[in-house]
């Protein structure tokens, strides 16, 4: 099905390959036109791009949520305290972006250590 300026995504089995498949297209505004792009992926790589829009979406969400937090504590009543506000809600985004960042390297580094466990282990 196309979705004109939408993504479609769809499983496919390879037959020459006898592997698993996901075929993500992205398309163009004119319902007409070619896709933009489309990739073919192993079910494990499109679950992990799965995890990322997840995680970004989350992170989009609650930065929305600190900037405005940030400008409605600064009451906004002159152009002074929107400033402040704006300034407020810049530096609190940036803040929370560099935590995450943080938590996801440090997510990765456990990982890393926890594979390098196990095959220690089987060895």
Same mark, same amino acid.
């Given at each position: 099905m196309r979705t %004109?300026?939408?993504?479609?995504?769809?499983s496919l089995y390879g037959a020459a390959t006898r592997q698993p498949l996901v075929k993500l297209i992205v398309? =163009?505004?004119d319902p007409t036109?070619? %896709?933009i792009s489309e990739v073919l992926m192993a079910p494990s790589k499109a679950q992990e791009i799965g995890l990322w829009l997840l995680q970004a979406?989350?992170?989009?969400?609650? =930065?929305a949520f600190l900037f405005r937090w940030a400008q409605n504590l !600064?009451? !906004?009543a002159t152009p002074t305290e929107v400033e402040?506000?704006?300034r407020m809600g810049v530096a609190l985004v940036k803040e929370m972006r560099e935590f995450r960042e943080l938590q996801r390297r440090?997510?990765?580094e456990r990982e890393e250590a926890d594979e390098q466990a196990w095959r220690d282990s089987h060895d």
């Open positions: %004109p300026g939408g993504i479609t995504v769809e398309h =163009d505004q036109a070619e %896709p979406s989350e992170a989009a969400t609650s =930065d !600064q009451g !906004q402040r506000g704006l440090a997510g990765v």
